[in-house]
């Protein structure tokens, strides 16, 4: 599975091929730094890192009098793990919500019926870590836990309730 920032790279430059500074700019654009911190050496960083590991290729453009750019495309083996990363990201739950939203934002590399599949999938995972947490919650009732580590406990089936929330709303618009 791509790191973060491979996968955000990779799902802009799968949009479209972009230079690294294009990269930068589209992360502002997109307010992803304002919720995943990613700086602007960790984009550089990245790219050249994807460049050696041949999931991206750069070609040089020159437009007029204006500096030699870098554009950068995926290469087929970019393509096919930045998908796979967006199908494990999907499916796979952990308390890092960031995964789920930086896939949340390349969705649309995907066929409608894979990413609705895919979706609904992710409801059905969530749903079961809801029902687990729920039975450890009774659980800790019955063995006379203290309340605050059953309130903590609790605390995550809320977090698991917006991330069904949240993936609800992204299915229907998918």
Known sequence: MLSKPATIILGL?????????EITKMLNVMNIKSWFNIAD???????KNLEKKDKIVG???????????????????????????????????????????IASFFLNALENEECKALLNRRLDVLGKYLEGIN??????????????????VKRHSELVKAEINGTKIILENC
């Not at 430059?13 to 500074?21: G, H, S, T, W």
């Open 13 to 21: 430059i799968n949009e479209k091929p972009l230079n690294a500074y």
């Open 41 to 47: 050496s960790t984009v550089y960083t990245t790219i």
């Open 59 to 101: 070609f040089i453009e020159k437009d007029g009098n204006m500096p030699e750019k870098t554009i950068f495309s995926l290469t087929t083996k970019g393509k096919q793990e930045f998908l796979d990363t967006l199908r494990e990201s999907i499916l796979n739950f952990d308390y890092d919500t960031n995964v789920f939203s």
């Open 135 to 152: 039975a450890q919650v009774e659980k800790m009732k019955n063995d006379k836990e203290s309340l605050l580590h059953i309130a903590n």
